[in-house]
């Protein structure tokens, strides 16, 4: 199967501040998915990206799928912002590989 | 909408137990999938459903079962507990295979 690899594991930001974190996928995909789960447990789907860039909000995602990247950007970062991301890559039929995420801390 | 539900929220088991893991969605999606999540791992595929009446294992098939009976509802059935099941489980859905994919609440297992 294909290897999905998140940089950093684990991030401490000062509320405020930027910050971008990294998905390697080892293979070709089919999509690009980054999810969010917070304190709670809870995944909430934050963007379906094969290619290019989208924004939601402060949040904005890039996927180069040429190269076997994903970006997630943060800006502005609030304390809601803490959890964990995930990315995970969909490949050959119905195969979604999940990276063990970015921990993410916003202290306010 | 109410989106993915899952049932239980927590449960705990003793060895040797049976459980089932309740999910519905109300989207109207054609592919359901059951991951469970260990500490510090990203999510692994138990088995997943293509649509009423067809599922297939995923990565971490052992010691569970599906059906698929209905398009709403993907049950998860455990019938030997055993400790190596305490995890926290997810089901998903999506309209299509490889589309963006939505998760429940979960829920969280202890085997003791």
């Known amino acids: 199967g294909i290897q999905v690899e998140q940089s950093p594991p684990d991030l401490i930001l000062q509320e405020g501040a930027n910050s971008t974190l990294r998905c390697n996928f080892s293979d070709s995909v089919n999509n690009l998915q980054w999810f969010h789960q917070n304190p709670w447990g809870q995944l909430i789907n934050l963007f379906y990206i094969p290619s290019g860039t989208k924004q939601n909000g402060r949040l904005s995602a890039t996927t180069v799928a040429t190269e076997r990247y994903s970006l997630l950007y943060i800006s502005s970062s609030q304390t809601t912002d803490s959890g964990v991301y995930f990315c995970a890559a969909a490949y050959g039929n119905n195969r979604l590989a999940f990276g063990k995420g970015n921990q993410v801390v916003v202290i306010p | 909408n109410a989106g993915v539900t899952q049932t239980p929220k927590f449960r705990i088991l003793k060895i040797g137990q049976s459980m089932t893991l309740q999910c519905a969605q109300d989207m109207n999606h054609n592919y359901m999938y059951w991951y469970r999540q260990d500490p510090g791992m990203g999510l692994k595929l138990i088995y997943y459903?293509?649509?009423?009446?067809?599922?297939d294992k995923g990565e971490v098939p052992n010691g569970y079962n599906v059906s698929r009976s209905t398009t709403e509802d993907f049950p998860l059935r455990l019938e030997l507990a055993a400790p190596s099941q305490t995890s926290v489980y997810f089901c998903a859905s999506s309209q299509q295979g490889n589309e963006k994919l939505f998760f429940g609440s979960g829920t969280q297992l202890s085997v003791l």
């Open positions: 459903s293509v649509g009423a009446g067809i599922t």
